[in-house]
């Protein structure tokens, strides 16, 4: 057993507080990993919120980090003690009829136990002053040890900077695999990009990798159209600056509205304007955002009968144990930006301010 440092989550709505957990050894199928970098993201701070129907308390949230496998548990073949390692909420088991369809990404070899916040043989690694915690999205990165699913990790270049390529474990991965992957991006196309955090510079980014020839990021800050031209938004407007619904000034920008657009944020009033603000006869909209539980999406049946298709993404529809370590070397051979998305560096103690700038839009 290890004794560390781990954010744990006693209850929702309460700040993450710093505390000594123990971490079981990993049991068959299983790695430990010394976490050496974590990022935050709005999941994390949605489930934190109380908002999300799957959340269990205490936990260990973080889904978004990058180690060094410490040991592993019988029958593990494919990492060893030393190895670099990104943790994968979504798995890829290699096995279940998903991971055999080319069609998607979405493993479902563990869903249950993970969903209930326990390794797959239904227990916790995590205890902490006598009780257990649960484990979050098969990873729990707020912690300086965890322990996860075998089908859960990917190793990954030794000389990457885990610092920066722990991004590539959420939110860079998604909002650039939904342009090339999910909507599949074209040439000289026309995109439309709804929230510019990092997952909507990671849209605007592949896009402009796919060859898009005008990209329009739509934010109601101000502060982030800067950085979101140098990631290769052409131009960027704010929902607020007109009295039209944003949908309407967007079809008149492009004379009949762009071939591509997606959802960043997971409001559904949006997801309904993205969708409308497509092209008839070929407009592609895709929901990256994850809204709150219990919501729903609406638009008129008119808006498909005429031609324009309403998808979804999860990690940018990436098979994870075979992608992550080739976005890691497209990182490392300088074809995607990863340094870029990186506002703030903290102490590990400090990861309740980096929730505050995160909500705060810095």
């Keep these: ?49 109380g908002a999300d129907p799957e959340g269990c308390f205490p936990v260990i949230l973080g889904h978004e980090g990058a180690g060094i496998v410490e040991s592993v548990g019988e029958g593990v073949t494919k990492v060893k003690k030393g190895d670099t390692v990104i943790p994968l909420y979504i798995p890829q088991c290699g096995e279940c009829k998903f991971c055999k369809n080319p069609k998607t990404n979405l493993c479902q070899k563990i869903r249950i136990t993970q969903g209930k916040g326990v390794m797959p043989d239904g227990t916790s690694r995590f205890t902490c002053k006598g009780k257990q915690i649960f484990h979050f999205m098969g990873t729990s990165t707020f912690s300086e040890y965890t322990v996860v699913a075998d089908i859960s990790v990917a190793k990954i270049d030794a000389v990457a900077p885990l610092d920066k390529v722990c991004l590539l474990g959420c939110g860079i991965s998604t909002g650039y695999g939904a342009a090339v992957n999910t909507a599949k991006v074209e040439p000289g196309s026309t995109c439309a990009v709804f929230g510019l955090g990092a997952v909507g510079l990671a849209v605007i980014m592949g ?30 407007i704010s929902p607020q600056d007109s009295k039209k619904p944003i949908q309407e000034v967007l079809v008149e920008m492009t004379d009949g509205g762009v071939d591509y657009s997606f959802e960043c944020i997971g409001n559904v009033g949006v997801m309904r304007a993205a969708l409308e603000a497509c092209h008839k006869g070929w407009g592609v909209s895709v929901i990256v955002g994850v809204a709150a539980a219990g919501q729903e999406i609406s638009t008129r049946p008119f808006q498909l009968v005429t031609g324009r298709t309403w998808k979804g993404t999860a990690f940018g529809g990436w098979k994870s144990v075979d992608n992550v370590p080739k976005l890691v070397t497209e990182y490392m051979s300088k074809k995607i930006k990863v340094d870029e998305f990186v506002t703030h560096t903290l102490p590990f103690d400090k990861i309740n301010e980096a929730f505050e700038l995160m909500h705060s839009g810095k």
């Design 207 to 236: 896009c402009k990798t796919a060859g898009a020839s005008r990209i329009i990021g739509i934010d109601i800050n101000k502060d982030k159209y800067a950085k979101a031209k140098e990631f290769g938004a052409t131009e960027c």
């Design 1 to 49: 057993v290890i004794k560390c440092k781990a954010a744990v989550a006693w209850e929702a709505g309460k700040p993450l507080s710093i505390e000594e957990v123990e971490v079981a050894p990993p049991k068959a199928h299983e790695v430990r990993i010394k976490v050496i970098a974590t990022a935050v993201c709005h999941t994390d701070a949605y489930t934190l919120s």
